[in-house]
């Protein structure tokens, strides 16, 4: 009997418009974004190698170590996620980390209106349709009459329910299986590295998301249509809990998260890390004037002349003494700036994130982009690594070198080099910086959370449309 009722429903569905639509809304949008997506990853590609070419080449001049450069993610072609706007390169001084432009600086039109992506077209586009076919999947057949002679049959309630759900999923599931795999068809022929390491796997998961995505809002639909006695009145709810949902909470919670636990700009902590530096050297400048014009009268050099003596252990050994605590100091408040700063965003952060995990398509989002190696556990592993390549340049080239800033009111010099018998290691020696992409397994289980949550909104659907069915009143 469950077979007679499944079929009833995929037949009814293939003869409905809803059927074509969706069919032309799948071949049309998800084929042509992973297409102009994997256009704009092989822009970035190039950009990437070119970077480092370039990177490679300014060695010989000093500079290796003290810049850096992000590899693009091949699987940011299916969710966009953090890769437009988190910083492609970095560069490093001996006071601070300097973050470079996002790649998807450049591009006005994009920046405006945004970027249509796989994860775009699942979380935007395929939750309405999921909603429109299930509106009227048990009020509408109610209004018919069918639902009352269906009912008649000895068949138990929950294997009609059942065979609506499977029978909706496979129709829902079919086009966006056949665009799916005609997307993948068009991104191989076109050079993309699907079978690359780690990337079809994460293909494969991020297709399997986009099916229990559906899966939950086809619920949602069904739930609300056995909770209603007239299609138009379920297709009024659903359109109101699609904008909540997607439109509404996914916004809506970070504009709630900076209320409640506001953050400075990072503009603002910038200016305040560079004022305390100006005013640390200022101080340690101060403190070093009188051994800088000693030198100076030893040496007997004319007036407005000073030197940084290299040749002069004594005067080196003092110099580290006067200006050491300074710079302890420095690097210790300027490191405390920014260790606040990242607490408090952090915070806030995940104050947005669990306040819109009320919404599927927020969990989608994070599924999906962490998965896609463009969310929030890639940009913190990008960051945790940029500051680790700075604690060891810090710990084999800043902390071994001098800058002092000396003023008597009137005149100013500026003194910067290696201190002598430091041990600076060469350029050739100096650390590359390195960031692999996570392993599939820890992004899974970083995931887990988020997995848990899709899939017990969808049987608390389930479980909610199948007592609702139960008591249904077909009269």
């Not at 403190?287 to 009268?297: N, P, R």
Request: glycine share 8%; charged share 20%.
């Amino acid at each position: 009997m469950f077979i007679t009722l499944l079929k009833k429903e995929i037949l009814d569905y293939l003869v409905s418009i809803r059927f074509l639509v969706l069919t032309a809304l799948c071949v049309l949008l998800i084929p042509l974004s992973l297409y102009v997506n994997f256009e704009t990853y092989r822009r970035w590609s190039a950009d990437y190698n070119e970077q480092l070419k370039i990177e490679s080449s300014m060695e010989g001049h000093g500079s290796r170590g003290y810049h850096g450069v992000r590899q693009p993610s091949p699987l940011s072609v299916f969710a966009n996620g953090i890769e437009t706007s988190l910083p492609k390169d970095f560069s490093l001084d001996d006071k601070q980390i300097s973050f470079g432009i996002p790649r998807s600086y450049g591009d006005p039109i994009y920046e405006i209106f945004g970027r249509i992506d796989f994860l775009f077209v699942v979380q935007t586009v395929l939750s309405l349709v999921a909603l429109l076919f299930a509106f009227d999947s048990v009020s509408g057949e109610k209004e018919l009459g069918t639902l009352k002679l269906t009912l008649a049959n000895p068949v138990p309630r929950h294997q009609v329910l059942l065979g609506k759900f499977v029978g909706g999923m496979i129709i829902l599931g079919a086009p966006l299986l056949l665009s799916f795999a005609l997307g993948l068809a068009v991104l191989t022929v076109s050079g993309y590295p699907l079978f690359q390491s780690g990337v079809a796997g994460g293909v494969l998961w991020i297709f399997g998301l986009a099916v229990a995505y559906v899966a939950v809002f086809f619920l949602a639909g069904l739930l609300v249509s056995t909770l209603t006695h007239q299609s138009k009145t379920a297709l009024i709810l659903l359109m109101f809990v699609w904008v909540v949902l997607v439109l509404g909470a996914p916004r809506l919670s970070i504009m709630a998260a900076k209320v409640i636990r506001p953050v400075d700009d990072d503009s603002v902590v910038l200016l305040r890390s560079r004022l305390l530096t100006d005013t640390i050297e200022k101080e340690k400048g101060n403190a070093l004037k009188s051994l800088y014009f000693e030198k100076a009268k030893q040496k007997g050099l004319s007036n407005g002349q000073l030197m940084f003596d290299r040749g002069d252990p004594e005067f080196v050994r003092r110099r580290f003494e006067i200006a050491g605590p300074f710079e302890t100091r420095l690097r210790a408040e300027v490191a405390r700036l920014e260790e606040d700063q990242q607490r408090r965003k952090q915070a806030q952060l995940n104050l947005a994130h669990n306040l819109s995990r009320v919404s599927p398509a927020s969990i989608l989002s994070y599924l999906m982009t962490d998965l896609a190696d463009t969310g929030d556990y890639m940009k913190v592993k990008f960051l945790d690594a940029v500051r680790s390549h700075y604690a060891s340049m810090d710990r084999l080239v800043f902390s071994k070198s001098y800058s002092d800033s000396i003023s008597d009111g009137n005149s100013g010099w500026g003194f910067n080099g290696d201190l002598p018998g430091s041990g600076v290691p060469k350029s050739k020696d100096l650390p590359v910086f390195s960031l692999s992409f996570p392993r599939r397994a820890d992004t899974i289980a970083a995931s887990i959370p988020d997995l848990g949550l899709l899939i017990g909104y969808a049987a608390l659907l389930f479980a909610g449309a199948t007592v609702a069915f139960l008591k249904y009143d077909v009269r």
